[in-house]
């Protein structure tokens, strides 16, 4: 089985820059979709960013232009960099293996955005 060890989250200021990584341990992580997804309070999952096996990159509306989502499969790993962070942004952020309905997920990150 899969797992998955988020990374990199932490307090921010709004207006700043964070950095999430990802590293897959487990599986054939150069043959599978990854992303980022984030859970605020109160409120649904929902995707940020992903990105397939061929290197193809997709993001959320609300955060579009803002960050860059990026794999290392010589070490089953992706990041995350995301910069401009909003108050908004302060949520779980978790990490997932081959898709959202039979993946496999991370316990999450923290990031929370603040002056």
């Known amino acids: 089985q899969v797992q998955l060890m988020e990374s990199g989250g932490g307090l921010v200021q709004p207006g700043g820059s964070l950095r999430l990584s990802c590293t897959a341990s487990?599986?054939?992580?150069?043959?599978?979709?990854m992303a980022w997804y984030r859970q605020a309070p109160g409120k649904q999952r929902e995707l940020v960013a992903g990105i397939t096996a061929s290197g193809t990159t997709t993001y959320g509306s609300s955060v579009k232009g803002r960050l860059t989502i990026s794999r290392n499969d010589a070490r089953d790993t992706i990041h995350l960099q995301k910069n401009s962070l909003k108050p908004e942004e302060t949520a779980i952020y978790y990490c997932n293996y081959g898709g959202a309905d039979t993946g496999s997920w991370g316990q999450g990150t923290q990031v929370a955005v603040s002056a």
């Open positions: 487990g599986g054939i992580f150069s043959a599978y979709a």
